[in-house]
């Protein structure tokens, strides 16, 4: 089996089955031992958790794969970066659908008056544009800079779920805070390479002394 072969058929449907676990897992716990006191609570928080969760997992692939050296890393990445939204809508469909009865008045009003649930509504939207675009097909038409660009607001709907989640509790930030530190890291570390390369490109370019 060459390695190609290896990642098509063994990593991906393995990582595709394990983005899947959280899922089975919430579904698994309702029909058993049910989802506690307040199952839509409990639901919606989860959901949010693991929307957080792989959006970080997502922006960890390109670190990873360079400080690892496992360059194959790049082809789970659209992958994990759909999961994320795939959680990101489940979790705003358990909010409008479990929540709010899908009463949209009242939803818009949550969105005007919660500032945390106004974050999360834009990092949603944002989100939209890289979900679309995350086909091979967009990739060429767009072509790979202006694609790389927009893909790169994947760190800002990554703040913005931080944030949105900091703005949701009322005492104990440490779990935002804990996200939020991940994030920096990720985003220091792709600050430090594109500086890095920036600069042995701009040495390559200087005119060597004779
Ligand atoms: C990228 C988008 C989003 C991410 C990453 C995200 C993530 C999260 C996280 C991590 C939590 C906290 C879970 C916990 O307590 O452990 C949360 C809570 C929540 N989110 Fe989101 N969220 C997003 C968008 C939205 C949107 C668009 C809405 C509503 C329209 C929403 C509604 C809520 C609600 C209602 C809660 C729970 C509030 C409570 O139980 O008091 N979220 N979200």
Not at 161 to 170: A, W
């Amino acid at each position: 089996m060459t390695t190609d072969q290896r990642i098509r058929f063994l990593v991906k449907p393995a990582v595709f089955v394990l983005c899947l676990g959280p899922l089975a897992w919430i579904i698994g716990r309702a029909l058993t031992i049910g989802l506690g006191a307040n199952p839509i609570e409990y639901s919606n928080r989860y959901l949010g958790d693991w929307a957080l969760r792989f959006i970080l997992i997502a922006l960890a692939v390109t670190p990873g794969r360079e400080i690892l050296g496992w360059s194959w890393l790049a082809r789970l990445r659209r992958m994990l970066g759909l999961f994320a939204f795939a959680y990101v809508v489940l979790h705003v469909l358990s909010y409008v659908g479990l929540d709010q009865f899908f009463d949209w008045w009242a939803i818009g009003g949550e969105i005007l008056k919660r500032q945390y649930i106004t974050v999360g509504m834009i990092a949603v939207t944002l989100l939209i544009p890289l979900a679309i675009t995350s086909t091979n097909g967009m990739v060429r038409r767009m072509g790979g800079r202006a694609w790389q660009r927009l893909h790169r607001l994947a760190y800002v709907i990554g703040m913005l779920g931080c944030l949105h989640f900091y703005m949701m509790v009322k005492s104990d930030t440490r779990e935002p805070i804990i996200y939020a530190s991940i994030l920096a890291c990720l985003l220091g570390y792709r600050l430090i390479a594109a500086g890095r390369r920036r600069l042995a490109r701009n040495r390559r370019n200087t005119p060597q002394p004779a």
